[in-house]
């Protein structure tokens, strides 16, 4: 079975850096379009990033030129650098693999962006 697990939460400063993993297993990685999302308290999952099995690349407005999201075939593992983290990045990230019938989610990593 499909499993997605995802590292690299913590705690971050204002205007610092980190960088998230996702290793996946049990699945044809390389086919997958995979992404990050997040969900902070009282609010809805968002999509933050995504990357297609090609390549190709999207962001969410408010990360759009902060955040890159990259992707590592061999070792089954997508990334997501985080760069000028504010505290409204405050969230659970979550990775997602998606084929148009069939999506696997990990279970979430926690970012807090405090001083």
């Known amino acids: 079975q499909g499993r997605l697990v995802e590292s690299g939460g913590g705690l971050v400063q204002p205007g610092g850096s980190q960088r998230l993993s996702c290793a996946a297993s049990?699945?044809?990685?390389?086919?997958?379009?995979m992404g990050w999302y997040r969900q902070a308290p009282g609010k809805q999952r968002e999509l933050v990033a995504q990357?297609?099995?090609?390549?190709?690349?999207s962001y969410a407005d408010s990360v759009k030129g902060r955040f890159a999201i990259s992707r590592d075939n061999a070792k089954n593992t997508v990334y997501l650098q985080m760069n000028s983290l504010n505290p409204e990045d405050t969230a659970v990230y979550y990775c997602?693999?998606?084929?148009?019938?069939?999506?696997?989610w990990g279970q979430g990593t926690q970012v807090t962006v405090s001083s």
């Open positions: 049990g699945i044809t990685f390389s086919i997958y379009n």
């Open positions: 997602n693999a998606k084929l148009p019938r069939l999506t696997y």
């Open positions: 990357i297609t099995s090609g390549g190709s690349t």
